[in-house]
């Protein structure tokens, strides 16, 4: 089992629509996670960090069940321009103990 | 602030050849990675530095080999390439290598490097 699975999707929702994804881990010492956004044959760039139970960004909210150790973003209000990957990294220490989801991908249509 | 650059963008080699990807960093970042991603699987961590003159290895390091003679740089040396290293490769850096909450060891990805290896 790999350490942090995501569903590879694609979500095709519709402009205006709300879409969550989840992101299930395995090492229940990951101490914090973050959510990475990815447009297409470009570099992650940092979403979201959640350090305890979630964190909201505008559209975006993060949501951390330990109990059943998974993790969730939820996007409201899809844009076009929402369309990525995004990538679920759980960390279970130092900057080198990062553990890489292999990524949801988003489509967001008219 | 440039942040993490990355060069080159692209490169074709043939197998047996050697070559190195550079990485340069203009945020006095502490931590310096180098990662790989191939399709299906997620981003994976060849060579980590905590500081100028300190490296080492991360989950798959066979056929790399890193330095940091300065804060602000960190090569990657493919020594043979081979098909298998066929990959887009990142550099990332963060202020701090410590964990904790205070997202200091929050990574910046350069633009990545597409090496194909014929």
């Known amino acids: 089992r790999k350490e942090v699975e995501q569903d590879p999707g694609p979500f095709n929702v519709p402009e205006g629509a709300t879409v969550a994804f989840n992101c299930t881990y395995s090492n229940s010492a990951s101490q914090s996670f973050f959510w990475y956004r990815q447009d297409c044959r470009k570099e992650p760039k940092l979403l979201m960090s959640v350090y305890s139970s979630g964190n909201e960004d505008g559209r975006f909210t993060a949501q951390l069940n330990r109990a059943s150790q998974y993790i969730s973003l939820l996007i409201r209000d899809s844009k076009l321009s929402d369309s990525a990957t995004y990538l679920c990294?759980?960390?279970?220490?130092?900057?080198?103990?990062?553990?890489f989801g292999t990524g949801t991908r988003l489509q967001v249509t008219l | 602030n440039a942040g993490v650059t990355q060069t080159p963008k692209f490169q074709v080699l043939k197998t047996g050849q050697s070559m190195t990807l550079q990485c340069a960093q203009d945020?006095?970042?502490?931590?310096m990675s180098w990662y790989r991603q191939d399709p299906g699987m997620g981003l994976r961590l060849i060579h980590y530095?905590?500081?100028?003159?300190?490296?080492d290895q991360g989950e798959v390091p066979n056929g790399y080999n890193v330095s940091r003679s300065t804060t602000e740089d960190f090569p990657l040396r493919l020594l043979s390439a081979a098909p298998s290293q066929t990959s887009v490769y990142f550099c990332a850096s963060s202020y701090s290598s410590a964990g904790g909450s205070s997202g200091a060891n929050v990574l910046t990805f350069g633009a990545g490097s597409r090496l194909t290896v014929l």
């Open positions: 990294v759980g960390n279970t220490g130092t900057a080198s103990k990062l553990t």
């Open positions: 945020m006095n970042h502490e931590y």
């Open positions: 530095s905590v500081g100028a003159g300190i490296t």
